[in-house]
């Protein structure tokens, strides 16, 4: 870092005089064409202020601009509203895909953890309490009904 209260080098440029080519004209000063006429203004207050009247400054004329037609500003504007409605229609579609498979997923999930809660209930060997174990091969059908 440089000290900021240590002076810099400094540059020095000498002007240098305006050469003018021997054939060019002279540069002579020009007075303009008509004097303006002095006016005087009175204030409210009595003081009187005199100087040259100007007249204001005239903007510069608009370039005028070339008038569109109706029908390019509706192509353009129909274009615009064309791939916004396909845009949206992308992402609709896209939304409904990405939908079809998380339910898909969903339904897979519950059959998956209800069958695996079948499969608990059916290979358990534990015994059931408060209920009754009925095994098949040892039971004999009488009347529509099982007798252990």
Request: charged content about 10%.
């Amino acid at each position: 870092m440089t000290d900021p209260n240590r002076p810099t080098a400094v540059e020095v440029h000498y002007p240098q005089p305006v050469t003018v080519h021997p054939s060019a004209a002279p540069i002579a000063p020009v007075q303009p064409g008509h004097l303006p006429a002095v006016a005087s203004v009175v204030l409210p207050d009595g003081r009187v202020v005199t100087g040259y009247a100007i007249e204001p400054a005239k903007p510069e004329p608009v370039a005028a601009k070339p008038a569109v037609s109706r029908a390019a500003v509706n192509v353009a504007l129909g274009g615009i509203g064309f791939l916004a409605v396909c845009g949206g229609l992308l992402l609709l579609t896209s939304f409904i895909a990405a939908l079809t498979a998380f339910i898909g997923q969903l339904i897979i999930l519950a059959a998956v953890v209800f069958g695996g809660w079948i499969a608990v209930q059916v290979f358990s060997t534990s015994d059931h309490q408060g209920g009754n174990t009925f095994h098949i091969r040892k039971a004999v059908i009488k009347r529509n009904h099982f007798h252990g």
